[in-house]
């Protein structure tokens, strides 16, 4: 299957938009917010402006899901095939993201807010996310991928505000206990309930006549995606737990 012209128009108007508020927005916002950004090394400073644009896509891509998840009427777990307008603009605007980080990424490879497994993230996501925008198969198991963009802004106000100095300030601590729950609730809740309905679909008859690419989405990306989630989580937890007990002990 080969992308629809929306499709395409939709991505590189999202890949564009993106690298726009990279080049021209974010540091500009980020020099009139703190003074400490200017004193940020330059692979700091990209850290920071990669964050800073990550939050804006994903707090559009995930009120987008957020919506559909509450709202829609026609994206449910046995649906095989339907097209939903508003989840494709989702994916493609996903996918025009990650190419414009990924290309940051490259000119920049020294940006220590990258590790291996965002790496793996972002292809496995790239190629998702193509997958999906030119299928119309599988909404309720596309829609549960761009969930998990709702626990993105937690994280990303997390990194900027630690390189930005306020790791003391309140809004980084209530941060970091939202950013955990949301973790949860968007990225490793879902889990059992993904593969339970996911195992029904796969006995079904019309699941033989899914596409080779959403196949391999749902049998191979979907499993490595939700092992990638539960060691974040597990990062992410124990994190918090080492952060509390040395704050409890301080205080005793």
Request: glycine share 4%; charged share 15%; proline share 4%.
């Amino acid at each position: 299957m080969t992308l629809s012209y929306d499709g395409l128009l939709y991505m590189s108007a999202s890949f564009a938009f993106f690298m726009f508020v990279y080049k021209y927005v974010v540091s500009a916002a980020l020099r009139g917010c703190s003074k400490a950004y200017e004193s940020l090394p330059r692979e700091k400073r990209v850290g920071v402006d990669t964050s800073l644009m990550a939050l804006l896509h994903s707090t559009l891509v995930g009120s987008m899901a957020l919506y559909l998840f509450l709202f829609s009427d026609v994206i449910t777990p046995t649906v095989i095939r339907q097209e939903v307008p508003l989840l494709k603009l989702a994916v493609c605007i996903l996918v025009g993201y990650i190419m414009a980080d990924t290309s940051v990424l490259v000119c920049n490879p020294t940006a220590d807010v990258y590790d291996w497994s965002m790496f793996v993230h972002h292809v496995i996501c790239l190629y998702t996310g193509y997958a999906a925008a030119v299928s119309a198969e599988l909404p309720y198991y596309q829609l549960q991928w761009t969930l998990m963009e709702l626990f993105n802004p937690f994280n990303n106000l997390r990194f900027i505000l630690k390189e930005l100095g306020q790791k003391t300030s309140t809004l980084y601590q209530v941060n970091g206990i939202v950013l955990v729950a949301m973790f949860f609730l968007a990225r490793v809740a879902p889990i059992p309930f993904f593969w339970y309905h996911l195992t029904s679909i796969i006995q079904s008859e019309d699941f033989s006549g899914v596409t080779f690419s959403m196949k391999v989405v749902a049998l191979v990306l979907s499993p490595t995606m939700h092992l990638l989630n539960l060691f974040w989580f597990y990062k992410i937890f124990t994190g918090l737990l080492k952060y509390l007990s040395t704050k409890a002990e301080k205080k005793v």
